[in-house]
């Protein structure tokens, strides 16, 4: 496996772990996940101002959101393209919801009370461009035709191993 595909594989289990940490934390608690938060944004949509429209957006852009970052995980970790369109299409929507996609290096630096909440702004959207610039890279390189010379050249090399 080339290193912008171990790159690739990295992001999908970041989504992946994201997941994880989210279900173990709604099971700790006593819910189930997905449907508790879903029936708990229903009550709160229905309690603030009388149903608002735009809370009911936001409540379900953000399940759509936690609900689609398992599937990019997934599709990442198996280094398919619809992969990388998902994690495209999701990262306007985890900036606004603050939904980093290494979550776990926020887990541990919150329960190590380590890291200034302006270095953690920077370090999360760092990540989400960094995480775009390698998906774009990966997605740009894998799209070579098979004559292209470095294909060409990668091919030759790899027979001669």
């Not at 940490?21 to 944004?41: D, F, M, Q, R």
């Not at 329960?111 to 999360?124: M, N, S």
């Amino acid at each position: 496996m080339k290193p912008i595909e171990k790159t690739v594989v990295f992001w999908g289990v970041c989504d992946l772990t994201f997941f994880v940490i989210y279900a173990v934390s709604s099971t700790l608690k006593g819910g189930i996940p997905y449907y508790t938060n879903l029936i708990e944004a229903l009550i709160n949509i229905e309690n603030t101002l009388g149903g608002s429209w735009s809370f009911a957006a936001i409540t379900f852009i953000s399940l759509a959101l936690f609900i689609s970052i398992p599937l990019s995980g997934i599709l990442l970790v198996l280094r398919k393209p619809s992969g990388a369109w998902m994690a495209y299409c999701q990262t306007p929507f985890r900036v606004v919801m603050v939904t980093p996609s290494i979550y776990f290096a926020f887990v541990i630096l919150g329960r190590l009370d380590f890291l200034p909440p302006v270095a953690a702004i920077l370090l999360f959207l760092i990540s989400e461009i960094v995480k775009i610039y390698t998906l774009m890279k990966w997605q740009r390189n894998s799209k070579k035709p098979a004559n292209h010379p470095i294909k060409r050249m990668e091919n030759t090399c790899a027979v001669h191993e």
